[in-house]
């Protein structure tokens, strides 16, 4: 790995622990990201957690487990049981001393480690975990005594509770953009009976006796962050911010150099298109890619090699944008990111053959991914971007 990744890996790490810390976190289940600095490295943060590192599934070469398996915790009076399993398909190869280690077979140690937990007295048992959804229900079909999962596998397409036999299966929603909240409530047969109708169509019955109820709130950018985490946040990104610079200078040129896909052919930018296409260049001003390029200043992400690719015009493109510290008149999705270098077709004076057409809305998904845009939905982003005609041929 690069020193400059390690370097920005351990800045992450210990914002997230420190951060956990204030929050009151209980436990933490270790999985793939936990340990991309390595199993050593991680187990000497663990000293600094005032939570327990889980995993019932990581072991050493002689069968010991590295990290705790399970903790039991009592909350108003009742005995919760907590323990974590890592998807036994994580790559062992990618992680500094992977040959250390192994990841056993997580059915058979949820078997065995919710068993244990029922013995040792615990009232509700609470799995942690990255496995994919159908695993976990297949641990709840095989009716263990598992009250309810968390998952956060980034496969997830589900947020919403399920319930299999008696495990209730919940998610964390991807890329932390949201706080989730289980409320459980030992209510009684009557306690149950008793819920407004609404609230019990919300939730769920769990047995006699347990009412639970599902929350996400997303944390919205204009949410007001915790003072003293906010301040920790921001002291990281700055210096990640600095880090990426510093390595910019050493480094950073994106597929300048490259040939122009037609020769000759180069980027001109949207204030040139603007005069003789007056009404898609407003109507493109009024669109958010007009602004993508602020939207990482806000957030001092525009050093970030991560972010740049789709805030920019021509992230590796021939003759596209370059220069990481000097974005120019690159910043922002403009019409040459869709319609391609626009100098010949300019030069010809609007001769159509030298600009690219679009109909479709393929080229969309290079940068709607799922991940950076899961509410996207061709047709209404199409029409909020391109107007009510978008897609009906001319
Ligand atoms: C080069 C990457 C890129 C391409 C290609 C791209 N977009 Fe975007 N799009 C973005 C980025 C980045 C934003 C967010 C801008 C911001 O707010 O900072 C965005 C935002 C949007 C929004 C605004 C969402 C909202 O509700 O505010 C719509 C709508 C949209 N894009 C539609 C499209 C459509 C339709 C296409 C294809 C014709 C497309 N985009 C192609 C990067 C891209
Ligand atoms: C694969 C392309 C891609 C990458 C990489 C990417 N973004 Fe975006 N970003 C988008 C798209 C597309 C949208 C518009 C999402 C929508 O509204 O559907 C967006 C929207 C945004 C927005 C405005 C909407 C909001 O959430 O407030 C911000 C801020 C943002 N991105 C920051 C980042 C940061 C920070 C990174 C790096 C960690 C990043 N982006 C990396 C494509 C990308
Ligand atoms: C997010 C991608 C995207 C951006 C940015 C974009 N366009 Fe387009 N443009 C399209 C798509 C897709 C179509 C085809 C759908 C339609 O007719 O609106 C189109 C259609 C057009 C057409 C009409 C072509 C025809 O078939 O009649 C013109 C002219 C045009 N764009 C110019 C521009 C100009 C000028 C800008 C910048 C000010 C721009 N576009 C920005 C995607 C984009
Ligand atoms: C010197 C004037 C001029 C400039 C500058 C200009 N265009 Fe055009 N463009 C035209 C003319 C004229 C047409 C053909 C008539 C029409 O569809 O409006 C055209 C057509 C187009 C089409 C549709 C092609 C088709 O077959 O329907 C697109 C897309 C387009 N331009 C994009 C751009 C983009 C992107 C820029 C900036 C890089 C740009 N134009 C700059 C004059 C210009």
Redesign the pocket.
């Known amino acids: 790995m690069k020193p400059e990744k390690v370097l920005a890996g351990k800045l992450l790490a210990d914002l997230i622990i420190q951060s956990y810390n204030k929050m009151g976190c209980d436990a933490l289940n270790v999985g793939a990201y936990d340990l991309s600095l390595g199993v050593d490295y991680l187990r000497k943060k663990e000293k600094s957690a005032k939570f327990t590192f889980l995993s019932g599934n990581i072991l050493d070469k002689h069968d010991r487990n590295i990290f705790t398996p399970s903790v039991i915790k009592i909350v108003n009076g009742v005995k919760v049981g907590i323990f974590g399993l890592c998807d036994d398909k994580l790559k062992l190869a990618k992680i500094p001393g992977g040959n250390k280690f192994k990841v056993v077979n997580p059915l058979a140690k949820a078997e065995e480690i919710s068993a244990r937990l029922k013995k040792e007295g615990a009232d509700y048992i609470v799995l942690l975990t990255n496995l994919n959804i159908r695993y976990c229900r297949r641990i709840g079909q095989r009716g263990m005594p598992i009250d309810l999962i968390v998952g956060s596998s980034k496969k997830n397409r589900i947020s919403l509770p399920i319930l299999v036999q008696e495990t209730y299966i919940a998610h964390v929603e991807r890329g932390g953009k949201s706080v989730g909240r289980l409320d459980v409530s030992f209510l009684g047969p009557a306690g149950v009976e008793a819920l407004p109708a609404a609230l019990r169509y919300k939730g769920k019955t769990v047995g006699e006796n347990l009412f639970l109820l599902n929350h996400f709130f997303p944390l919205k950018i204009a949410m007001a962050d915790h003072p003293e985490i906010g301040s920790m946040v921001k002291k990281v990104e700055t210096k990640l911010s600095r880090l990426q610079q510093v390595k910019a200078t050493k480094s950073m040129t994106i597929a300048g150099s490259r040939p122009a896909i037609r020769p000759g052919d180069s980027?001109?930018?949207?204030k040139?298109?603007a005069?003789?296409?007056p009404e898609?260049y407003q109507r493109w001003l009024k669109t958010s890619h007009a602004r993508a390029y602020q939207s990482l200043v806000k957030q001092e992400k525009h050093f970030d090699e991560e972010c740049i690719a789709c805030h920019v015009l021509g992230f590796e493109q021939p003759g596209g944008f370059t220069d990481i510290r000097q974005v120019g008149n690159y910043a922002n999705v403009q019409?040459?990111t869709c319609?391609g270098?626009?100098?010949l077709?300019?030069a010809a004076?609007?001769?159509?053959k030298m600009?690219?057409?679009?109909a479709g809305g393929e080229m969309c998904l290079v940068c709607h991914i799922d991940e950076r845009s899961p509410e996207f939905d061709l047709e209404t982003y199409f029409h909020k971007v391109c107007g009510p005609a978008a897609g009906k041929k001319k």
């Open positions: 980027y001109v930018f949207a040139t298109c005069k003789c296409h898609r019409c040459e319609h270098p626009g100098r077709h300019v004076k609007g001769e159509e600009i690219k057409v679009l």
